[in-house]
């Protein structure tokens, strides 16, 4: 009777609380770094209200995790969205690597108007959550063009305005591509006038440097003082080194970061887990060439005299990689003739009856320059520097990709498998790092570094951001040679609570958001 009377009295706690989703049973990573424990994770109204070892909750739908590990959804801090959202708004391609959230704006490329991009994020509704730098290039594209000179006072004071309105309007900072037109036309001075900008509101600062390659520590230089002299953390994007000449120069880069941390500069670094890059072909012409617009570029490239120094560069650039021929550089995009795709400057020189020699390819990059360029893998880091840097704990993993469609173009792998590589090549097979750790820097460590307040980790409050993948299946399945195939291994991926992949299928559900910086007005 005493028994009844208590269940009478306080019939709550007969009771569990309800939950929208259960996932019981799982290895929890929680992305601290911790190791795993046994555990489950409750999810309601797209939060994480309840984890742990032993929650008690009723779920609509349970999903058992046994054997499987729980962790946050993954950051991807340096992707370049902007124009494909709208090919593939479910964004199967991070998805199934287990992205559920990219920082887009990367490179000094981003939309000038960031208030009226990010409404549009969320009218469209993706699958991932999209936060976005402002990017530097469009910045002064819209106040000058693609003008090969110094900002006048008056033109910086307009980028300035514009870069203040960006992080007003939700921008998490600023980005540079200082090899690309025009951002390679803009001294330090300039990046730092408007770093200040993005520093008053509290951003931070995105650099793919001036070189990768052998000026590679002045570029890390610079980016170092533009942090120091505008007071803003750092981010150098896509850390690694250009070219056979400069493999090993990790052993000199690495040091570099770490003694600005040590000096107090807030300095981090991302990567992609491959030996090959991915960027236009104008890579390839020097900067003074790609000036002022397509037509212009092609005229200049239609002198004598000028397609002369050009051809002279390229070849000068294939020496210092001690290679006779245009192998490395692989064709991934061109739109005037999908021929080339997949097949290297080596390759279409031949195909076009010309000459096997290094000075004949040199013109072919020419020709294809005059029709509008390409976009183009470039094969040209060594592994060893790939794992050296891997093991840098203040380094995140990235794609520097777009969304893919399947089967268009002969893109670069890293937009399907970043992730999955990480976690079954380089943690599950050669135990660069461990398990805990990689998910950490795919996760807390992106989300703290730009400022996603509640993204990252799997704690009660949070967004439920979820992945949940078999550890010892997870593998990137897309190559150089084909590169459309989706990663393996992601059985359930959750975003803002929704389930987004059930039992490794896309369920079409699209439940991202525009994400905003800390100077969001």
């Not at 509008?372 to 060594?382: I, R």
Request: with cysteine; proline share 3%.
């Amino acid at each position: 009777m005493k028994n009844l009377f208590l269940l009478l009295l306080f019939p709550l706690f007969s009771h569990s609380q309800t939950c929208d989703l259960l996932i019981s049973n799982g290895k929890i990573i929680d992305g601290t770094g911790n190791n795993w424990y046994y555990g489950s994770v409750a999810i309601k109204d797209g939060k994480i209200i309840g984890i742990g070892r032993t929650i008690s909750f009723t779920a609509t739908r349970t999903i058992d995790a046994k054997g499987l590990i729980v962790a946050p959804g993954f950051i991807d801090v340096h992707t370049h969205l902007e124009g494909d959202e709208i090919k593939d708004p479910e964004a199967k391609s991070f998805i199934y690597d287990g992205v559920t959230t990219c920082v887009t704006g990367n490179c000094g490329s981003s939309h000038v108007d960031i208030g009226k991009y990010l409404r549009w994020v969320d009218s469209l509704k993706t699958s991932i959550n999209i936060a976005t730098l402002v990017g530097h290039n469009d910045v002064r594209k819209a106040v000058m063009g693609r003008a090969n000179r110094d900002a006048s006072p008056e033109e910086l004071q307009k980028m300035e305005t514009i870069v203040d309105k960006a992080m007003k309007d939700g921008a998490v900072g600023l980005s540079t591509g200082l090899i690309y037109i025009p951002g390679t036309y803009s001294k330090t001075y300039e990046i730092v006038a408007l770093a200040k900008i993005a520093a008053k509101y509290n951003g931070l600062y995105a650099s793919h440097m001036r070189d990768e390659g052998d000026s590679v520590t002045q570029a890390i230089e610079e980016a170092l003082t533009i942090g120091r002299e505008a007071k803003i953390p750092v981010e150098i994007s896509h850390f690694k080194l250009s070219g056979q000449q400069n493999w090993g120069r990790s052993k000199i880069t690495v040091p570099m970061i770490e003694a600005a941390r040590k000096e107090g500069i807030e300095v981090t670094i991302d990567q992609y887990p491959y030996t090959a890059s991915s960027t236009s072909i104008s890579t390839l012409i020097p900067d003074e060439i790609l000036a002022d617009g397509q037509d212009s570029i092609k005229a200049r490239l239609e002198n004598p005299a000028t397609n002369k120094y050009v051809v002279k560069s390229i070849l000068a650039r294939l020496k210092k990689r001690k290679l006779k021929h245009l192998s490395y550089a692989v064709i991934a995009y061109f739109s005037p003739d999908t021929t080339y795709n997949g097949k290297s400057i080596e390759q279409i020189n031949l195909m076009m009856g010309r000459k096997h020699k290094a000075k004949e390819e040199a013109q072919t990059v020419i020709d294809i320059m005059k029709r509008g360029g390409a976009s183009a893998v470039f094969h040209g880091m060594g592994e060893e520097d790939v794992k050296r840097i891997m093991k840098y704990p203040y380094n995140m993993f990235a794609s520097d990709a777009t969304i893919r469609v399947l089967n268009a173009g002969m893109p670069h792998p890293r937009g399907y498998g970043t992730n999955a590589r990480v976690l079954g090549k380089y943690v599950r097979v050669d135990k660069v790092l461990s398990l805990e750790e990689a998910i950490r820097r795919m996760t807390s460590l992106p989300a703290q570094k730009f400022q996603l307040s509640d993204r990252g980790l799997l704690k009660t409050g949070f967004a439920a951001d979820i992945v949940i993948f078999d550890e010892n299946e997870v593998q990137d399945i897309s190559t150089f040679d084909k590169p459309h195939a989706y990663s393996k291994g992601f059985h359930y991926v959750i975003v803002n609570g929704q389930l987004t992949v059930d039992n490794e299928k896309h369920t079409g559900v699209r439940s991202g958001k525009a994400l905003f910086g800390p100077g969001k007005q």
